[in-house]
Structures are given as structure tokens and as C-alpha cells.
Nanobody
Framework: QVQLVESGGGLVQAGGSLRLSCVVS????????ANWYRQAPGNQREWVAM???????AYAGSVKGRFTISRDNAKNAVYLQMNSLKLEDTAVYYC???????????WGQGTQVTVSS
């Protein structure tokens, strides 16, 4: 059974930092492309960042330069370091993995990030 468990969310003041973690089990993580998405109240879920199987990364324009995605295949984990947080970063953040070859798609349950002024 595939499981994605996110952690690290919480309440932080604007300008602060948080580090999200997502631990994946039940599949060969090294073969998976990993993404972070987020969904704010009343908004559609939006893509935030991606890291592929060889460590190449991509970011949404709204977070580029502030967020860093990374992975540790030995720990079956993907991380999102979020710096210089803004009020508009408030959302539920979701971990997502997609099979490099299979295209199978899995989601975590989400972790709440709230940025206060």
C-alpha cells in the first residue's frame, strides 16, 4: 500500500521559514518524480515545485528564489524548505509523486501552513 505522510506545517510569521517533509512508502521512491502542490481556501490546487529522479528541480514563479525542493532517496523522503514566507503562502500543502515510467500518481493527506502578519 502506497503512503505519503507529510509533516512540518504550522503557524509562522511573515518572513519566517518552515521545512515540510514527505515520507513515502510502498513503492520505489527513486523511480518517482516528486512534487509539492498547495491549495488555499477558495482556490484551486496549484503546483509549487518539482524534483525529478536525477535531482533536477523546477518552481512556480510565485515561490522561485524562496522555496527549495530536495529529496533523500535513502530515506524515501522529499522536502520543501520555505523561506521568506508571505501571507499568500498560506495553504494546505500536498506531497505528490508520479511514476517516472508508469505515470502512477499518488497524493499525501496535506499539511497546513499558515503565515500570519
Amino acid at each position: 500500500q502506497v503512503q505519503l505522510v507529510e509533516s512540518g506545517g504550522g503557524l509562522v510569521q511573515a518572513g519566517g521559514s518552515l521545512r515540510l517533509s514527505c515520507v513515502v512508502s510502498g513503492l520505489t521512491f527513486s523511480n518517482m518524480v516528486a512534487n509539492w502542490y498547495r491549495q488555499a481556501p477558495g482556490n484551486q490546487r496549484e503546483w509549487v515545485a518539482m524534483i525529478n529522479t536525477i535531482g533536477s528541480t523546477a518552481y512556480a514563479g510565485s515561490v522561485k528564489g524562496r522555496f527549495t525542493i530536495s529529496r533523500d532517496n535513502a530515506k524515501n523522503a522529499v522536502y520543501l524548505q520555505m523561506n521568506s514566507l508571505k501571507l499568500e503562502d498560506t495553504a494546505v500543502y500536498y506531497c505528490n509523486v508520479v511514476g517516472r515510467n508508469s505515470g502512477n500518481n499518488y497524493w499525501g493527506q496535506g499539511t497546513q501552513v499558515t503565515v500570519s502578519s
